[in-house]
């Protein structure tokens, strides 16, 4: 059993109906249910998340409270209680400066099972009832009388080998885990899962280096150069570090990089003067503007890297990071006040699609916040560049709804073969199935709808069920069959 399958013989309202996110017409839902059994089982291929390899080293305790494992750790969750009134340090989330917080995971626990109500008709809310109930069995709904009971019963679970880190990554049937990993990370927890056998694979993200006028910068570029064992002193010394790394990473499994922007554009500078910005930042004397035109200079520089090293280039673009600036002095980034920006795809990356967009080499994953620029101008450019895939519904819109208006938006302009799949940006590796589960319902929902208009015929929708819940990341993402990968 994989934890997360259709059930025919639920007995009361809290447990998930077998029919959840299926269409309520008979026929539609019928031909979806077909097709979902025919792809619930397939292997996750998961390209992108967020989780940590010292969950799977060995050598590294795992979370055994539901409170650390469901709240605390998941901004998905604590945003939403944050902005119902619950202050993150009731939800166990340290202040920089070492003040006062919640220490009792037990105390947290109690805090979001009372707000549960919350959380209704959210794509959260679908994911962790799915998973409490199929993967833990949970048979009610969290509340404020049931939460001790919760708690202790969810802690024995966790606590227990049947729910170790690794043995989740059998029974879910994870084939492939790409975790996300600043440029200067050892690895070293990487190298522990693959002598294990566990195919969890490293993605190259050098946002922190590429960004002059982070008040980190200088000590990230210190720790870079220790990792490459060279003094980084000038703009080429600092493009061969990066290089270096990639292969490091390439050569500990992964298939891509990653990279969070709010604008789209991408545009080279002259090399000397990329040179005179970077010997200016070592100074300390980059404003924003100078640091945002090198940070665009630089994605261009890796988009040439990736023509050479292979690595997939993904571009998460139209998030403003840290809207909330007393939360990020407090809490620190990431904590979910990063709200959504309009972006200009057509003429933002015009420059590196006709850079690279034609280079077999290269490949390029796009995703956005801007869901208006899906059909205007995302699909149509996929449609013609043969290096760009689509990335899937992100973050806000990684939910049932925001699927189908994905779907709506690409598949009839770009067609189905140039979606990149799903990424399920987990945070919590029990939530992981859940959310893959979801894709699957949600697409066989739309295949089915699409058949039955007379739109695909009985051979290509299942076809397509399989690619989208296994074969469109694996291609997008150039991740290796199991066969190649086992032979390094």
């Not at 043995?167 to 990993?181: I, N, P």
């Not at 004397?285 to 090293?309: I, K, N, Y």
Request: proline residues 6%; charged residues 25%.
């Amino acid at each position: 059993m994989l934890g997360i399958r259709p059930l025919s013989g639920e007995t009361n309202n809290w447990s998930v109906a077998r029919e959840a996110c299926f269409s309520p017409e008979a026929e539609v839902r019928s031909r979806a249910l077909e097709l979902y059994e025919e792809v619930a089982d397939l292997p996750i291929v998961s390209p992108h998340g967020h989780l940590s390899a010292a969950l799977f080293s060995g050598d590294h305790d795992h979370p055994t409270d539901p409170a650390s494992l469901f709240v605390t750790g998941d901004h998905y969750v604590t945003r939403l209680l944050y902005a119902h009134g619950v202050p993150y340090e009731e939800l166990g989330v340290p202040p920089r400066d070492g003040a006062a917080h919640e220490r009792d995971p037990r105390q947290v626990w109690r805090r979001f099972c009372d707000r549960f109500h919350l959380f209704d008709g959210t794509p959260t809310g679908l994911w962790l009832k799915l998973t409490l109930v199929r993967v833990f069995g949970v048979d009610e709904r969290p509340s404020a009388q049931n939460a001790d009971r919760l708690f202790d019963r969810l802690s024995e679970a966790l606590a227990s080998a049947e729910f170790a880190p690794r043995q989740l990554l059998k029974r879910f049937a994870v084939e492939h885990l790409a975790t996300t990993d600043p440029a200067t990370a050892s690895l070293d927890d990487h190298a522990a899962c693959q002598a294990a056998g566990f195919g969890v694979v490293p993605t190259f993200r050098p946002d922190a280096l590429m960004q002059l006028n982070d008040p980190q910068w200088t000590q990230q570029l210190g720790v870079l150069s220790e990792r490459v064992g060279f003094t980084i002193d000038s703009l080429a010394a600092f493009v061969e570090a990066l290089r270096r790394r990639r292969l490091e990473f390439r050569e500990r499994g992964a298939t891509s990089s990653d990279h969070g922007v709010t604008s789209a554009f991408v545009d080279p500078l002259d090399n000397d003067h990329a040179a005179v910005i970077f010997d200016r930042a070592r100074s300390g004397q980059v404003g924003p503007e100078e640091a945002g035109r090198f940070h665009s200079h630089m994605l261009f520089e890796m988009a040439h890297m990736a023509t050479e090293d292979g690595l997939v280039m993904q571009l998460h673009l139209g998030s403003l990071r840290n809207h909330h600036q007393r939360v990020m002095e407090r809490f620190g980034p990431n904590m979910g006040a990063d709200v959504p920006v309009a972006v200009d795809l057509t003429r933002g990356l015009q420059p590196l699609l006709n850079a690279f967009g034609h280079d077999q080499r290269f490949r390029l994953v796009v995703y956005t916040l801007d869901e208006s620029t899906y059909g205007r101008e995302l699909a149509p450019l996929a449609g013609h560049y043969p290096a760009l895939r689509l990335g899937g519904p992100w973050w806000f819109h990684d939910s049932v709804h925001g699927i189908e208006r994905y779907l709506a938006a690409t598949a009839e302009t770009a067609g189905f073969h140039k979606l990149a799949g799903f990424v399920d940006d987990a945070r919590s590796l029990p939530t992981l199935r859940a959310r893959h589960d979801v894709w699957r319902r949600v697409t066989c929902d739309w295949l089915a709808r699409l058949e039955l208009r007379g739109l695909l015929d009985a051979e290509s929708a299942p076809r397509l069920a399989n690619w989208l819940a296994y074969g469109a990341a694996k291609d997008a993402f150039r991740v290796p069959s199991r066969a190649a990968a086992a032979a390094g």
